[in-house]
Nanobody, 114 residues
Framework: QVQLVESGGGLVQAGGSLRLSCAAS????????VAWYRQATGKQRELVAD?????NTNYADSVKGRFTISRDKNTVYLQMNSLKPEDTAVYYC??????????WGQGTQVTVSS
């Protein structure tokens, strides 16, 4: 069983920065892609960014140039700069595996005030 533990959310003013972390243990984490999603109140969950086991990254158009996803052996990070009120959401990390399916974290709240 894989457990993903997210941290780093909080309240920040527009233009500020936060860094989210998604931590897990075990080789299954380091060998598979990980993504950050977010879900704002009343909206569908959407992909923010993902990173492959080899470090290849993809970003939603809405966060390109502002957010950076990175990883080390046991943690995936989401550095969020120039935050906007529309970035307010619960942020989730997801580990995608072919054999065992997807694992989700519990979510961390990010609130950006104007």
């Amino acid at each position: 069983q894989v457990q993903l533990v997210e941290s780093g959310g909080g309240l920040v003013q527009a233009g500020g920065s936060l860094r989210l972390s998604c931590a897990a243990s075990g080789s299954i984490f380091s060998r598979n892609p990980v993504a950050w999603y977010r879900q704002a109140t009343g909206k569908q969950r959407e992909l923010v960014a993902d990173i492959s086991s080899g470090g290849n990254t993809n970003y939603a158009d809405s966060v390109k140039g502002r957010f950076t996803i990175s990883r080390d052996k046991n943690t995936v990070y989401l550095q969020m700069n120039s935050l906007k009120p529309e970035d307010t959401a619960v942020y989730y990390c997801k580990l995608a595996t072919i054999i065992a399916g997807d694992y989700w974290g519990q979510g961390t709240q990010v609130t950006v005030s104007s």
